[in-house]
Nanobody, 124 residues
Framework: QLQLVESGGGLVQPGGSLRLSCTASGFTLENYAIGWFRQAPGKEREGVSCIPNSDDNTAYADSVKGRFTISRDNAKNTVYLLMNNLKPDDTAIYYC?????????????????WGRGTQVAVSS
């Protein structure tokens, strides 16, 4: 059974860093594009970043460019989202998702498999 599990969330002060992990089971993650999405309280879920199966042409939302970095470790079947210089507006539940097409686009409809999310809270 295809499953994605997010981890690494928590409470951090503004300016701090977190590294989120998205670990896959039941399938080989390197064959898929992986996206990170987030949903803040009272807001719609939005795309944050994605990495295609080829590892080229990663994408980032404008709000996180220069602060977040997506990467993958195929040996661990895991994709990471390193988040630096966190801001209170980054507070949200973060989800990872897999797209069998292998293409990196920040459109939720492209991604067919989703994890349950990990909470990130940025507050002093």
């Amino acid at each position: 059974q295809l499953q994605l599990v997010e981890s690494g969330g928590g409470l951090v002060q503004p300016g701090g860093s977190l590294r989120l992990s998205c670990t896959a089971s039941g399938f080989t993650l390197e064959n898929y594009a992986i996206g990170w999405f987030r949903q803040a309280p009272g807001k719609e879920r939005e795309g944050v970043s994605c990495i295609p199966n080829s590892d080229d042409n990663t994408a980032y939302a404008d709000s996180v460019k220069g602060r977040f970095t997506i990467s993958r470790d195929n040996a661990k079947n895991t994709v990471y989202l390193l988040m630096n210089n966190l801001k209170p507006d980054d507070t949200a539940i973060y989800y990872c998702a897999a797209a069998r097409s292998g293409l990196c686009v920040l459109w939720q409809t492209v991604f067919g498999s989703w994890g349950r999310g990990t909470q990130v809270a940025v507050s002093s």
